[in-house]
């Protein structure tokens, strides 16, 4: 197995195309785009300030390069090199910019969530949308068809709007008001028939709207703890997975749109039954000379570790974190007040099946997009790790670079050749590894 050599980037900027053919990455001021399989340099385009923000358009042509300071923005064309467009936002700032669906038009969200600009690359012209709740959340697009769904915030009560995203006919289809006292997040389902909307976290409260404006579910519990905090639609867009403050998951079908089992993340395990427990462990190696990591297998019962929780805004405290695999089958979450460990439960048959206990506080982790049954973690220090299934556990992987630090990874399904690489980075550079579907078996 072989590791690139490491390439400089800044703040973490580094995007693989949605075609997968073009890797790009941002140094200072400069954009590389790199060919994905050979890794190397095609183009490099020079912004007249610091980038801190890259994005590559839906069909892969365009990449765009913005300063949110200055409110500067930069398109360019990949196939040919010579077009370029520049924006400069006006006088309400810039706290965000998204392609739109068609790849013809961006969306710059404006200071204040004042508004939202829709300029056409086609025609030059401009459409706005007022009073987005806000600039980093709260939106999400249905591709087929092309549809805009946004949380807006008129006369301080909350509302869902419905647009037509096409670049020459930007429109209002549909706004409704939704039963929120101060509107947190809202998801779409992957099959695009329902949204999932939900309160701000001191209120525990879960709605489910058609995009027509109909609730379909409305789920509340009125006690003094604190709400929810993160929220995850299964692939086939049958259930709801909602992390709350109380350090359970509720799981909600579309059928009564009602919790069907709560998952706990217990403090004390007495009996796993078919939990399996892997603990990091450093051992000594006499082959490298130095201490190594490990996992370790491990029976209950077992005092899960913990943090304590401080009395503050924000609190270290429940599920912060959530995911569906690609097929459905498993979901996996970290209780952020037991950041080293992750929970993995078994949908069919609503089961905790794996625990995976760290030396270190949980930073990142990704379920791989082509095999369902491998998970990866990252900590935040050398080490790469991979949960592969009940069959094939557990493996660490090192990674060979002095002082490189891993602090979030990035999968790339390759179609061709069946290999899956990840993009791992650290305050400064990112490389790519290939991976093998088969893990080795621990």
Request: charged content about 20%; some cysteine; overall charge neutral.
């Amino acid at each position: 197995m072989n590791f690139t050599v490491p390439y400089k980037q800044s703040s973490n900027l580094c995007r693989f195309s949605p075609d997968l053919k073009y890797v790009a990455t941002a140094v200072d001021n400069i954009i590389v785009i790199r060919n994905a399989e050979t890794l190397q340099v095609s183009r490099e385009f020079k912004h007249s300030t610091s980038i801190q923000c890259i994005e590559w358009s839906p069909n892969s042509s365009l990449i765009l390069a913005a300063n949110l300071i200055k409110g500067d923005i930069m398109i360019r064309g990949i196939y040919d090199p010579t077009w370029k467009k520049l924006i400069k936002e006006g006088p309400a700032g810039l706290l965000n910019v998204k392609w739109n669906l068609d790849g013809k038009s961006i969306m710059c969200f404006s200071d204040f969530e004042l508004r939202i600009t829709i300029w056409s690359l086609i025609t030059n012209n401009g459409y706005y949308i007022q009073d987005p709740k806000y600039h980093n959340k709260g939106f999400c697009f249905r591709e087929d068809p092309p549809w805009f769904i946004l949380a807006e915030r008129r006369e301080c009560k909350d509302f869902i709007g419905v647009y037509k995203c096409d670049t020459d006919d930007w429109k209002l289809l549909n706004v409704f008001q939704v039963d929120t006292v101060d509107l947190d997040n809202i998801a779409l389902s992957p099959n695009g028939h329902y949204i999932v909307v939900w309160d701000n976290c001191i209120w525990y409260k879960i709605l489910i709207y058609t995009l027509d404006g109909q609730c379909l579910g409305n789920f509340s519990i009125d006690d003094e703890g604190l709400g929810v905090k993160s929220v995850a639609w299964s692939p086939s867009s049958k259930l709801v997975a909602v992390g709350s403050y109380d350090q359970k998951i509720r799981l909600f079908n579309n059928y009564t749109w009602s919790p069907i089992i709560e998952f706990i993340h217990a403090s004390r395990i007495k009996n796993p039954n078919q939990l399996k427990i892997w603990r990091e462990v450093n051992e000594f190696s006499k082959e490298y000379g130095r201490n190594i990591s490990k996992y370790d297998l491990v029976d209950g019962p077992l005092e899960v570790p913990s943090i304590l929780i401080e009395a503050k805004p924000s609190p270290k405290l429940g599920v912060g974190n959530c995911k569906f695999n690609s097929n459905g089958h498993f979901i996996a979450a970290r209780n952020d007040n037991m950041p080293n460990c992750l929970w993995i439960w078994y949908i069919p048959h609503l089961i905790p099946v794996a625990l995976i206990i760290q030396l270190s506080p949980i930073k990142h982790f990704y379920w791989n997009p082509i095999e369902p049954e491998q998970l990866l973690i990252c900590c935040g220090n050398e080490y790469l790790y991979f949960w592969c299934g009940q069959e094939l556990g557990t493996e660490i992987i090192e990674v060979p670079i002095a002082n490189f630090e891993v602090h979030n990874v990035r999968w790339r399904p390759d179609e061709f050749n069946n290999i899956v690489r990840f993009v791992s980075m650290r305050r400064f550079e990112w490389g790519i590894y290939p991976w093998p579907i088969l893990p080795i078996k621990i």
